[in-house]
């Protein structure tokens, strides 16, 4: 019996929120990814990464949580690696 594990993100709050990559597609400019969150109810969200984020130095993209920003929170973050926001896309 295989099962497939769910590779989760948590955002930089105390308690963090919970997420994971449901759908990505690269679109002009950059890439287009919908996350769900896993800890909660919650409608999905699509995030827009852009080709310049994608180029920068670092190995992970920051994205500002969206329960959050939603409930009043700021600068709290989601954090993604590049390698994920990538998987199964073609290459640009």
């Known amino acids: 019996m295989a099962t497939e594990v769910e590779t989760s993100y948590a955002c930089t709050n105390e308690p963090p929120h919970r997420f994971t990559i449901t759908a ?14 896993l800890d909660e109810r919650y409608p999905p969200r699509e995030l827009f990464i852009t080709g310049r984020e994608m180029k920068m ?36």
Request: glycine share 10%; aromatic share 6%.
């Open 24 to 37: 990505r597609s690269r679109v002009r400019g950059g890439i287009l990814v919908t996350l769900r969150r």
């Open 57 to 92: 130095g670092s190995d992970n993209v920051y994205k500002a949580c969206f329960v959050c920003v939603d409930q009043g929170f700021k600068e709290t973050a989601i954090v993604l690696p590049k390698s994920e926001i990538e998987l199964g896309l073609p290459p640009a």
